[in-house]
């Protein structure tokens, strides 16, 4: 299993930027395809972006696209999620999650491991 820390959660009005960063304690990093979820109060935890083993391809949700890019070091063990042009609506706790199947790209179920999850919150 894959130990995961995420990193760079905030405070930040509506338009400005945040950039998340997730940590991996595994010795085959690259194994593993990695996610972003978040999650806001009351709501189901949602799919926000992933990208493939080597970086080569990368998966957003609608709602983030052209906004969020997700991206990631296998040299440091590091996936980053950079956001911008922050709405309200993104306020939720985000959390990094590491894939072993090839399958099950943009559901919960398809995810290994989790973070503890870092809190975004957007003012307007």
């Known amino acids: 299993q894959v130990q995961l820390v995420e990193s760079g959660g905030g405070l930040v009005q509506a338009g400005g930027s945040l950039r998340l960063s997730c940590a991996a304690s595994?010795?085959?990093?690259?194994?593993?395809?990695m996610g972003w979820f978040r999650q806001a109060p009351g709501k189901e935890r949602e799919f926000v972006a992933a990208?493939?083993?080597?970086?080569?391809?990368?998966y957003y949700a609608d709602s983030v696209k052209g906004r969020f890019t997700v991206s990631r070091d296998n040299a440091k063990n590091t996936v980053d999620l950079q956001m911008n042009s922050l709405k309200p609506e993104d306020t939720a706790d985000y959390y990094c999650?590491?894939?072993?199947?090839?399958?099950?790209?943009?559901?919960?179920?398809?995810?290994?491991?989790w973070g503890q999850g870092t809190s975004v919150t957007v003012s307007s």
């Open positions: 999650a590491a894939r072993r199947s090839y399958t099950n790209t943009y559901s919960t179920k398809g995810y290994d491991s």
């Open positions: 595994v010795r085959t990093f690259g194994n593993y395809a």
């Open positions: 990208i493939s083993r080597g970086g080569g391809s990368t």
